[in-house]
């Protein structure tokens, strides 16, 4: 009898940078969270409803070392257009660094490098006090050595903030699109991995202390794993256990201070932790922290994130507010 096994998921679709969490916020609080109410463009990658006037003339910045020398960021900068709405422009790119080529045989023939890069156009607008609703268009570009693809992909959200702001919740489908051009010519089309994404964030009344958790993949609840035994005969083993599924799908922070000029911040997923932990072996993976400080000329955030016993990966992030908003 073959036993449970517990693999990463991905790997089956195209354009799978697009799930990176370049946020150093998000990254504090476990990764994925579609429903933290802040002002800093660097969120809209997770929700683009989260754009709001509080945004206006805000640039920001953000970048993360990854796994194997890989760095990843994002770029964007908001605009109020007053009863239209809010708009917003950013890049989001991550550079695979150089490779060595060779032929056939085996004979280096020099180097080749590796990125991806996307162009997200974010709108949203609010309807009444309470809802705002968004959208992002991301035009694609991949380019791996001599081959190319382009495609497209688009982002939906809406979110609701409780008349006394203590409360956020959110729906979000991220990732909906196509590959419009393969890597080589008469190559077949890959799809994208989609992500229905529900998210709640809620700050205590008379404690400092905010939390946010995130659902994601509820489009792909219950995955199951196929394996081979020593006789080649297939043996299909589903996750039928409630609490390990549903605990594969959430993304869990916790801020303290959240309003003040310094803010910690923890997170757990448990999902990576699972699919990344050795067994019997303790250690960091799935867990992360960080904090944000806010001061007068631009907000800085930090993330460490951790992916393996041995693997820790740093965000940060920084942004400010042209218009000299924060420095009042």
Known sequence: MLPVLFGQTGGEGVFNFLQLTSSAKAAALGGI??????????LLLQNPALLSPEMNQTISVSYARYLAGIGFGYGSYARDLGKFGMAAIGIQFVDYGQFVAADETGLVTGNFSASDYAINFTYAKSIGSLFTVGGSLKPIYSHLENYRSFGIAADLGIVRNSADSLTTIALCIRHIGAQITPYYDYGSHEKLEWSLQFGCT?????????????AYDLNQWNNTLTASDSNGMNQE???TSLFPILFRHLSLGAEIF???????????????DTDLSATHQGGMTGFTTGLG????????????????QSVMVHNISISSNLSGRNRK
Do not use: C, M
């Not at 429903?35 to 463009?41: C, E, R, S, Y």
């Not at 008379?206 to 995130?214: E, M, N, Q």
């Open 293 to 308: 400080i806010k001061l007068p000329a631009f907000r800085f955030n930090y993330a460490l994130s951790g992916y393996s």
């Open 237 to 239: 083993t589903a996750r």
């Open 33 to 42: 969270q579609v429903a933290l109410p802040d002002p800093d463009p660097e």
């Open 202 to 214: 809620r700050q205590l009344q008379f404690a400092p202390l905010r939390w946010s958790i995130t």
């Open 258 to 272: 959240p309003e003040h000029t310094v803010t910690f911040r923890i997170g757990y997923n448990y999902r990576r």
